[in-house]
Antibody, heavy 118, light 110 residues
Framework: EVQLVESGGGLVQPGGSLRLSCAAS????????MNWVRQAPGKGLEWVSY????????YYADSVKGRFTISRDNAKNSLYLQMNSLRAEDTAVYYC???????????WGQGTLVTVSS | QSALTQPASVSGSPGQSITISCTGT?????????VSWYQQHPGKAPKLMIY???NRPSGVSNRFSGSKSGNTASLTISGLQAEDEADYYC??????????FGGGTKLTVL
């Protein structure tokens, strides 16, 4: 059974940093592309970042470019999102999502809440 | 890049059919057959319902169908059931090799 479990969320002050993790199991993690998607409270889904199976190709949404860094450790079956210079508008539930075929997310984690507030 | 345009809400009675539209541009919806639809119940993670415009993943009811014409994709749910009440989001691959979601549509089953 495919499982994606996010962790690392919490309360952080504006300008602060946080590192999210996503532990994957139930599939060959190193063979699949992964993404981070976020959802602000009461709002819609927003794509955040993509990483290829090897980690060699990475894309970011303009809203986080230069502040967030996606990475993965295939030996540990883990996906990460390093978030720096956090802003109030980054407050959201952050989901990791597995890519099945192009731009299709077939499995999602349960999400981890990040709150940016003083 | 702005979100794809979806109606904020739609409603229908049990047994009826509804359609949710998702309008983009030639740089996303109109340019690729990589449109997906997700269902999200309150407090839950999104669930894939349609991929590649019109394909259903295994386990998804055949009451759900997708289509596309030009820059607008559509999700149709036939034989509405109470359990279909949820938020629905479209998504599309873009010419920038990124992904964009729609603003979401709240489906109410009357």
């Amino acid at each position: 059974e495919v499982q994606l479990v996010e962790s690392g969320g919490g309360l952080v002050q504006p300008g602060g940093s946080l590192r999210l993790s996503c532990a994957a199991s139930g599939f060959t993690f190193s063979s699949y592309e992964m993404n981070w998607v976020r959802q602000a409270p009461g709002k819609g889904l927003e794509w955040v970042s993509y990483i290829s199976s090897s980690g060699s190709t990475i894309y970011y949404a303009d809203s986080v470019k230069g502040r967030f860094t996606i990475s993965r450790d295939n030996a540990k079956n883990s996906l990460y999102l390093q978030m720096n210079s956090l802003r109030a508008e980054d407050t959201a539930v952050y989901y990791c999502a597995k890519v099945d075929i192009v731009a299709t997310f077939d499995y999602w984690g349960q999400g981890t809440l990040v709150t940016v507030s003083s | 890049q702005s979100a794809l345009t979806q109606p904020a809400s739609v409603s229908g009675s049990p047994g009826q059919s509804i359609t949710i539209s998702c309008t983009g541009t030639s740089s996303d919806v109109g340019g690729y057959n990589y449109v997906s639809w997700y269902q999200q119940h309150p407090g839950k993670a999104p669930k894939l319902m349609i991929y590649d415009v019109s394909n259903r993943p295994s386990g998804v009811s055949n009451r759900f169908s997708g289509s596309k014409s030009g820059n607008t994709a559509s999700l149709t749910i036939s034989g509405l059931q109470a359990e279909d009440e949820a938020d629905y989001y479209c998504s599309s691959y873009t010419s920038s090799s990124t992904l964009i979601f729609g603003g979401g549509t709240k489906l109410t089953v009357l």
